[in-house]
């Protein structure tokens, strides 16, 4: 494996690393993560090794909003489209270099805001595989975007994610180009409360299920 870091300027630097196998792939598989949920936590930690042995090239996108003044300051309208900006930025400097093929992305939480848009609006992805984990549904404006997508998607939630709304969640899997995954008893990260062992077994249950769709 080789691991490459670099930054981008989009509006402001946006740091990442692209993590390479050992041949030449034609594949990558791109992680976007949540607002403070980093690829460092379990589920995007576990994520990057799936990926890898599936035969992609994993990049993290490791933007850190919750200390970017400007950010913070703005509407959500601006904050998503600051995020979709940035990331198409990214997306752009790391297949300027490389001929990638086959995409695959895995987006948490704040991480599901760019993700829709890329699936929506550039074609390089028009047959690429997305993971929605504890997307933002609760939102209105990205959940009807969402239902716009045509790609395979998988989407994980937890019934005690305070972004989990069911009907919006039997909707958007009931699509025939999705399918789903709901944990009862999980929170936002996929976690349940005070229970270590149950948390693991669900991270474990993600991960099978991510395993099968990809």
Do not use: W
Not at 11 to 39: A, F, N
Request: include cysteine; aromatic fraction near 8%.
């Amino acid at each position: 494996m080789e691991l490459l870091h670099g930054k981008v300027n989009a509006s402001h630097e946006i740091p990442y690393t692209l993590i390479k196998q050992g041949k030449v792939s034609s594949k990558l598989g791109t992680i976007l993560p949540g607002m403070g949920y980093t690829v460092q936590a379990p589920l995007l930690h576990y994520s990057t090794h799936l990926l890898l042995s599936k035969g992609y090239d994993v990049l993290h996108a490791n933007y850190n909003y919750r200390e970017n003044e400007t950010y913070l300051s703005q509407s959500e309208e601006e904050q998503d489209e600051q995020i979709c900006g940035d990331i198409t930025t990214v997306m752009n400097e790391i297949n300027s270099e490389a001929a990638y093929k086959e995409h695959c992305f895995i987006g948490k939480s704040l991480g599901t805001v760019p993700l829709t848009n890329l699936l929506l609006t550039d074609d390089r992805f028009h047959k690429s595989r997305s993971v929605f984990l504890t997307p933002l549904i609760h939102e209105d404006t990205l959940y009807k975007e969402m239902l716009k997508i045509h790609q395979q998607s998988l989407f994980i939630i937890g019934d005690k994610d305070p972004c989990y709304r069911k009907q919006r969640f039997d909707e958007l899997t009931s699509k025939s180009n999705n399918s789903s995954l709901l944990i009862e008893g999980t929170n936002h990260s996929l976690e349940f409360e005070d229970n270590y062992i149950a948390s693991l077994q669900a991270l474990r249950q993600t991960l099978q299920r991510m395993d099968a769709f990809l």
